[in-house]
């Protein structure tokens, strides 16, 4: 089976791609990897994909999206980064491989990921859901099971498709939703990439949902997942091999959810600490922290929140600032600027 597996990030998150790509590399050396990034080199920064374990890199801008400066200035660093998912699985279908995987870029493989594979010969659509099985304590009922049912059943850290039948169907339905309502707005039914599949179950056939508790762990199942390492070195969950690890929010506050529900389960942090040695050892020097190209205003100033959704919600602002990161006179910010006062 021909496979593409991607991963869409910035630069401030290159050193966690970077040690995905070198585990993907080590399992999976036929796969073709692509880096899909929405974002450009910091200023003295000398990038060259052709030293990355991936084989290419797709920028968001190439994509074809329809006045792209424009949208993209009506998403924040999240929004972007997982809205492009969708037109990049759209234009993969096309390219004539078999099989496309996504992965978050703060995944890590431990193991091969051939049982995907084998699930995708019979189904269409792979997804992982945040919880496999119920949580008994209150505090992870409210830490877990009401996030899950804010942000979404299932985790979108991990997508696999075929690129055909309802893989492609999917492929083009959820291309379409992420390029207009990829938005942070739990209050009215959105979160980013995610709360859409929550209707893929519902909307396609030979959509399988993969039970097996070795695939996107993480801080919101441990309370349900035991880790343990064998004699031999081989990391199990719940007596399933460990498949890949979703090393979510890398400082303190993963930390803190990993400690709570962790507990003594020490090999836990045994997997957490090898991670950030990777990590340690993949960071580039050169890149200012929180770096995203599209994160300020010509001039250098920090694009506010406020002003992001007030321009992708007024066609006419879209119109009357067509070029709206542009600083100045006459530009989106001074005019933005004028109403807040």
Same mark, same amino acid.
């Given at each position: 089976?021909?496979?593409v597996?991607?991963?869409?990030?910035?630069f401030?998150?290159?050193?966690?791609?970077?040690?995905?790509?070198r585990t993907?590399?080590?399992?999976h050396p036929?796969?073709?990897?692509v880096? +899909?990034? $929405?974002?450009e080199?910091?200023p003295?920064?000398a990038?060259d994909? %052709?030293?990355e &374990?991936f084989?290419r890199? /797709?920028w968001?801008?190439?994509?074809g999206?329809?006045?792209?400066e424009?949208w993209i200035?009506?998403?924040?660093?999240?929004?972007?980064?997982?809205?492009?998912?969708?037109?990049?699985?759209?234009?993969a279908?096309?390219?004539?491989?078999d099989?496309?995987?996504?992965?978050?870029?703060?995944?890590?493989l431990l193991?091969?990921l051939?049982?995907?594979?084998?699930?995708l010969?019979?189904?269409d659509i +792979?997804? $992982?859901?945040?919880?496999?099985?119920p949580n008994?304590?209150?505090? %992870?009922?409210? &830490?877990?099971d009401l996030? /899950?049912?804010?942000t979404?059943?299932f985790n979108?850290?991990?997508?696999?498709?075929?690129?055909?039948?309802?893989?492609?169907r999917?492929a083009?339905?959820?291309?379409d939703?992420?390029?207009r309502f990829?938005h942070?707005?739990?209050?009215n039914g959105?979160?980013?990439d995610q709360?859409?599949?929550?209707?893929v179950?519902?909307l396609?056939?030979k959509?399988k949902v993969v039970?097996?508790?070795?695939?996107n762990?993480a801080?919101?199942n441990l309370?349900?997942?035991?880790?343990?390492?064998?004699?031999?070195g081989?990391?199990?969950v719940n007596?399933?091999?460990?498949?890949?690890?979703?090393?979510?929010?890398?400082?303190p506050k993963g930390d803190?959810m990993?400690k709570?529900?962790a507990g003594?389960?020490f090999?836990?942090f045994?997997i957490?600490?090898w991670?950030?040695r990777q990590v340690?050892a993949?960071t580039?020097?050169?890149?200012?922290?929180?770096?995203w190209?599209y994160?300020q205003?010509?001039d250098?100033a920090p694009?506010p929140k406020?002003?992001?959704?007030l321009?992708r919600?007024?066609?006419?602002?879209?119109?009357a600032?067509p070029?709206?990161f542009?600083?100045g006179?006459?530009?989106?910010?001074a005019?933005f600027r004028e109403?807040d006062?």
């Amino acid at each position: 089976m021909k496979v593409v597996c991607y991963s869409s990030f910035t630069f401030s998150y290159l050193d966690r791609a970077r040690v995905l790509y070198r585990t993907l590399r080590s399992f999976h050396p036929d796969w073709e990897l692509v880096a +899909l990034i $929405t974002d450009e080199p910091p200023p003295g920064f000398a990038f060259d994909p %052709a030293e990355e &374990d991936f084989d290419r890199v /797709a920028w968001a801008r190439d994509l074809g999206i329809q006045n792209f400066e424009s949208w993209i200035f009506g998403h924040d660093v999240i929004e972007a980064c997982t809205a492009v998912k969708g037109p990049f699985i759209q234009q993969a279908c096309a390219s004539g491989v078999d099989a496309v995987i996504y992965l978050d870029p703060d995944t890590a493989l431990l193991a091969p990921l051939d049982p995907l594979l084998e699930l995708l010969e019979a189904h269409d659509i +792979l997804l $992982t859901p945040h919880l496999l099985d119920p949580n008994d304590d209150l505090l %992870a009922i409210l &830490d877990n099971d009401l996030s /899950a049912s804010k942000t979404g059943i299932f985790n979108l850290g991990f997508v696999a498709i075929r690129t055909s039948g309802e893989g492609a169907r999917f492929a083009r339905w959820w291309a379409d939703r992420l390029l207009r309502f990829c938005h942070d707005d739990i209050p009215n039914g959105l979160f980013v990439d995610q709360r859409w599949c929550d209707h893929v179950p519902a909307l396609f056939d030979k959509v399988k949902v993969v039970r097996d508790p070795g695939y996107n762990v993480a801080s919101w199942n441990l309370s349900r997942r035991k880790v343990e390492v064998g004699k031999n070195g081989a990391i199990t969950v719940n007596g399933s091999p460990l498949r890949f690890w979703h090393f979510t929010k890398l400082g303190p506050k993963g930390d803190v959810m990993t400690k709570r529900y962790a507990g003594d389960n020490f090999h836990v942090f045994e997997i957490w600490n090898w991670y950030r040695r990777q990590v340690a050892a993949a960071t580039p020097a050169g890149i200012p922290e929180g770096w995203w190209a599209y994160g300020q205003f010509q001039d250098g100033a920090p694009i506010p929140k406020a002003a992001r959704v007030l321009y992708r919600e007024r066609p006419d602002l879209q119109a009357a600032f067509p070029q709206p990161f542009a600083s100045g006179e006459g530009a989106f910010q001074a005019w933005f600027r004028e109403q807040d006062r």
